[in-house]
């Protein structure tokens, strides 16, 4: 059974940092693609940032360009989202995700129905 486990969330106050981690359990996805969602209650999920099999393919929402980072780590059969320059508008629950299919050229990374495996999720609140 998959499993998809998110941590590092919390309160940062704005202009802090905060490093998300997600580790897969179950199967190895290092083929696959891993990316990270937010969403809020009774809000549509929205793509945050997305990385191919090896990290050399990556996408990053607009808003997030430029402040955020994701990268993977194979060993741990993990994703990660590092978090600069927070403000408040970036509080959200933020969400991991992975691909069934193996990684390829086609299409976005931030298409949402790309992704077959979803995190519980964890909370990011930035204060001002």
């Known amino acids: 059974q998959v499993q998809l486990e998110e941590s590092g969330g919390g309160l940062v106050q704005a202009g802090g940092s905060l490093r998300l981690f997600c580790a897969a359990s179950?199967?190895?996805?290092?083929?696959?693609?891993m990316a990270w969602f937010r969403q809020m209650p009774g809000k549509e999920r929205e793509f945050v940032a997305a990385?191919?099999?090896?990290?050399?393919?990556?996408e990053y929402a607009d808003p997030e360009k430029g402040r955020f980072i994701v990268s993977r780590e194979h060993a741990k059969n993990a994703v990660y989202l590092e978090m600069n320059n927070l403000k408040p508008e970036d509080t959200d629950v933020y969400y991991c995700?992975?691909?069934?299919?193996?990684?390829?050229?086609?299409?976005?990374?931030?298409?949402?129905?790309?992704?077959?495996?979803w995190g519980q999720g964890t909370q990011v609140t930035v204060s001002s």
């Open positions: 990385a191919n099999w090896n990290g050399g393919r990556t």
């Open positions: 179950g199967r190895t996805f290092h083929s696959q693609d």
């Open positions: 995700a992975v691909s069934r299919e193996v990684s390829s050229l086609s299409g976005p990374l931030s298409e949402h129905s790309r992704y077959s495996y």
